[in-house]
């Protein structure tokens, strides 16, 4: 299927690996053109190599925090008028609530809420203008689900979902979408981590551990990156200009909820 936005411009957050990357190669293999950001610039610039490489498109590496004000502004200038962005950014760690102060939820909001929006605020208004714009939001299943020990990542995105859920009915009626991708259990780094602390808390192997709750999805699988991006290009696409302020949820069946 021709996605219809060969030759549109996208920023893609958090972009080195994992989800991001495979949003970043989804685009591109649909002929958009990207600026990809992370932390670590020898990462970032390995990933833009190799998706320019295998797509052709043009890639434009940046080395930034995308959480910090600092690296959003670096990020938006290397970007210029972007037509697509993706946001997304690491999740804050698990714990119990009782451990983390105000400082440990101003952290998460500012990562997991307040960045999207920040970078929602300086491209919305230019894409209205053009009449054209996709917004993703990569958030959690936790939106759908609360993950007991991930409660600042439940809160924090929670938060951004409610308030997109507002804006993308205002933008839509300009050509303006704004949506949510909620992964579920996707074979990532943050997932593997996730698990290793789990394993040694419990005292057992963490590919053990691993094995047994991948087996426990309905799947009887974790989700990959590459296909995460697909579904990121089609909601991107022109095909999906009908489609907003929803949250698409990719978990291999593992929400046992109706709606």
């Known amino acids: 299927m021709d996605l219809g936005i060969k030759g549109k411009k996208a920023l893609v ?12 190669m989804a685009l591109a293999e649909a002929g958009v053109d990207l600026t990809i950001c992370s932390r670590t610039e020898s990462a970032i610039t390995a990933t833009a190599e190799e998706i320019a490489g295998k797509t052709g498109v043009s890639v434009t590496p940046v080395a930034c925090d995308i959480t910090t004000a600092e690296g959003r502004a670096k990020a938006l200038a290397a970007a210029g008028d972007i037509d697509i962005l993706v946001n997304n950014a ?23 809420m307040i960045t999207a929006i920040e970078l929602i605020k300086a491209t919305v208004d230019g894409m209205i203008e053009r009449k054209w ?23 924090a995105r929670t938060g951004l979902t409610g308030f997109v859920a507002g804006l993308a009915r205002e933008t839509v009626r300009d050509g303006v979408t704004i949506n949510g ?8 780094d943050r997932l593997r981590g996730n698990m290793n602390a789990q394993a040694e808390k419990a005292g057992r192997k963490p590919e053990d551990l691993a094995a047994e709750r991948a087996a426990g999805n309905p799947a009887g699988r974790f989700g990959t990156s590459e296909e995460f991006g697909v579904w990121c290009a089609f909601i991107c696409s022109q095909h999906s200009s009908y489609l907003t302020g929803q949250n698409i949820l990719l978990d291999g069946g593992a929400y046992p909820g109706t709606l």
């Open 13 to 24: 957050c958090a972009s080195s690996k994992g989800l991001g990357k495979g949003c970043a």
């Open 90 to 112: 690491g999740g804050p760690p698990p714990g119990n609530f009782r451990d983390w102060d105000r400082d440990d939820w101003i952290k998460a909001l500012d990562a997991n």
């Open 133 to 155: 714009g996709r917004i993703v939001n990569i958030t959690s299943s936790s939106v759908k689900a609360p993950i007991p020990i991930l409660g600042l990542s439940n809160g």
């Open 181 to 188: 991708l909620l992964p579920g259990p996707f074979d990532t």
